[in-house]
C-alpha cells in the first residue's frame, strides 16, 4: 500500500469561496482520483487525476467547479469553487499502483462544512 | 447502469457474535470486487476478489465471490467493538471507475 496524507483535514467554508484540497502520495503511483462522499451516502467519483493533463471527469462534475491539477507522480490537488451548502462533504483522494491497478488505497479525507 | 446492492444497511450485534455481509452486483464486464472498512473517514482496503469460489481470509474476517449468481459474501467471526464501522462494497467493470454500494454500518456491542 502507499502512504496517503491529506491537507486540511476538516475545514469550515463560507458561501462562494474555494478551498483547495492537497492529496500528497509517499511514492510515486500510476493513478489519481478524487472522490465525495455526501452525508449518508456512499463515494461517489469526481474524477481521475492525470499527471501532465487534464483530469477526466464524471458525470456531473466539471472543471470549472472542481479543478484538478497533478503535476507529478505523487502530488495532486482538488478545488471546490464557488462553494453551497451543498458542497458539504467529505472529499477523499486514493491511488492505485501499476500492475494492481484495481485496488485504490485511500487518504484520510477532509471534512469540509459550507456554511 | 452499473449497480451495487448492499444488504443489510444497518446491523447491530453482540460481541463474540459471527456476521455476514452481503453485495450484489449488476455490471457488464465484471473485473474484480473490493471491500472496504470505513472507520471514520478514509476506507480502509480489506479484499479484493477477482475468481469465483476462492476464500480470501485475513484473521477474523474472509469474502467470498459468486459470478455466477454476482454476489460476494463478508464474514466477521467473532466480532469485537473495534469491527464497528461502514463496511463498502465496489466493483470494477470494464474501464469504468468502481461503482460503490452505500455500504452496512455494523454496530458490535458489549
Known amino acids: 500500500s502507499a502512504v496517503i496524507s491529506q491537507k486540511p483535514s476538516r475545514d469550515i467554508c463560507q458561501r462562494g469561496t474555494s478551498l483547495t484540497i492537497q492529496c500528497q502520495v509517499d511514492s510515486q503511483v500510476t493513478m489519481m482520483f478524487w472522490y465525495r462522499q455526501q452525508p449518508g451516502q456512499s463515494l461517489t467519483l469526481i474524477a481521475t487525476a492525470n499527471q501532465g493533463s487534464e483530469a477526466t471527469y464524471e458525470s456531473g462534475f466539471v472543471i470549472d467547479k472542481f479543478p484538478i491539477s497533478r503535476p507529478n507522480l505523487t502530488f495532486s490537488t482538488l478545488t471546490v469553487s464557488n462553494m453551497s451548502p451543498e458542497d458539504s462533504s467529505i472529499y477523499l483522494c486514493?491511488?492505485?499502483?501499476?500492475?494492481?491497478?484495481?485496488?485504490?488505497?485511500f487518504g484520510p479525507g477532509t471534512r469540509l462544512t459550507v456554511l | 447502469e452499473d449497480k451495487v446492492v448492499q444488504s443489510p444497511l444497518s446491523l447491530v450485534v453482540h460481541e463474540g457474535d459471527t456476521v455476514t455481509l452481503n453485495c450484489s452486483y449488476e455490471?457488464?464486464?465484471?473485473?474484480?470486487l473490493l471491500w472496504y472498512k470505513q472507520e471514520k473517514k478514509a476506507p480502509t482496503f480489506l479484499f479484493m476478489l477477482t475468481s469465483s469460489g476462492i476464500e480470501k481470509k485475513s484473521g477474523r474476517l474472509s469474502s467470498i465471490l459468486d459470478k455466477k449468481e454476482l454476489f460476494s459474501i463478508l464474514n466477521i467471526t467473532a466480532t469485537q467493538t473495534g469491527d464497528s464501522a461502514v463496511y463498502l462494497c465496489a466493483v470494477h467493470s470494464g474501464n469504468t471507475p468502481l461503482v460503490f454500494g452505500k455500504g452496512t454500518r455494523l454496530s458490535v456491542i458489549a
Open positions: 486514493s491511488v492505485s499502483r501499476e500492475g494492481s491497478t484495481d485496488t485504490q488505497y
Open positions: 455490471v457488464t464486464n465484471f473485473r474484480s
